[in-house]
């Protein structure tokens, strides 16, 4: 069974129109970024209650916390982060989420054993919370790449893994290797797409990052967050400091994200899974 999440700040920042786009596209699970225009790891824990409280009401769950702990320099003063990163975790169990989605530094490719012990430190304050921290493959820090992804599951222990498939694309990884090293590993997906040729973002089946693959990989419950990235959004250079190159071009940033979902949701169907009335995808001919 296959559960679908997505990161609604792309629809908009207000939390409202997030939580009607959410429900207009059949989608119980967030990915939580941005809300109101606060990015989570600048949330006030007065802030996240009240925005748990209107997601819960709304019958959505936090499936994650969508943070960019680990976007910043490994050069930088740890015990400092640690604060952010211990206040990160305090939203998380305000707002319910299990996970929260971290990154593995930038400037870090000479640094391995420091990245290394600075995760070690955060998972081990994450499990003091009961939180999981999963690990995204984002270009540029430590772990982009396959291997050096494979390096950090065996020298974290309990550090838990998110596979980004045009991540992937665009740092020139095979993404059939990909899916095959990493797949076992993985706690959940993002979906995304872009053609490797052109660097552009396409919806989803579209591009080179193997998503009808990845779902025909599938053999387990699973979830996946939505993360169409077809238009800039309000908030974007906040969190990535990159250009966005897009194929396609849309009115407003909530068509591009319904164009997101559709696309994910036409993939699945082609794939042969099918939507149960909990809107919950199973593969067709499988019990439910």
């Known amino acids: 069974m296959i559960r679908l999440c997505a990161f609604a700040d792309e629809y908009s920042n207000d939390l409202g129109e997030q939580i009607y786009a959410l429900r207009e596209n059949g989608i119980g699970l967030i990915e939580l970024r941005n809300a109101d225009g606060v990015n989570v790891t600048d949330m006030t824990e007065e802030q996240a209650e009240e ?3 209107r997601l819960k009401k709304a019958g959505i769950s936090v499936w994650s916390v969508g943070s960019a702990l680990g976007k910043t320099d490994a050069g930088c003063d740890f015990e400092q982060y640690l604060k952010t990163v211990k206040r990160v975790l305090k939203i998380a169990n305000i707002l319910g989420a299990e996970n929260i989605r971290i990154f593995s530094f930038f400037n870090a490719y000479d640094k391995r054993d420091r990245v290394i012990d600075m995760l070690r430190q955060m998972v081990g304050l994450a499990e003091s919370y009961n939180v999981k921290l999963c690990h995204e493959n984002e270009k540029e820090i430590y772990g982009d790449t396959v291997e050096r992804v494979l390096d950090l599951y065996r020298s974290v222990k309990g550090l838990h893994f998110v596979y980004d498939p045009a991540n992937f694309v665009q740092c020139y990884q095979n993404i ?3 899916l095959e090293k990493l797949y076992g590993i993985t706690e959940y997906f993002h979906c995304k797409d872009v053609i490797s040729a052109t660097g552009e973002i396409v919806p989803a089946g579209e591009g080179d990052g ?16 939505v993360e169409p990235h077809l238009a800039v959004f309000e908030g974007y250079a906040s969190i990535d400091k990159t250009e966005m190159k897009n194929k396609y071009r849309f009115n407003s940033g909530k068509d591009a994200f319904n164009a997101g979902i559709s696309a994910v949701k036409a993939t699945l169907a082609g794939c042969g899974y099918i939507p149960d009335k909990s809107n919950n995808y199973h593969k067709r001919g499988h019990k439910q």
Request: glycine letters at 14%; hydrophobic letters at 50%; a negative charge.
């Open 51 to 53: 925005i748990g409280s």
């Open 176 to 178: 059939g290797y990909a």
């Open 210 to 225: 193997g998503i009808a693959e990845l779902f025909n990989a599938i053999d387990r419950d699973a979830v996946i967050t």
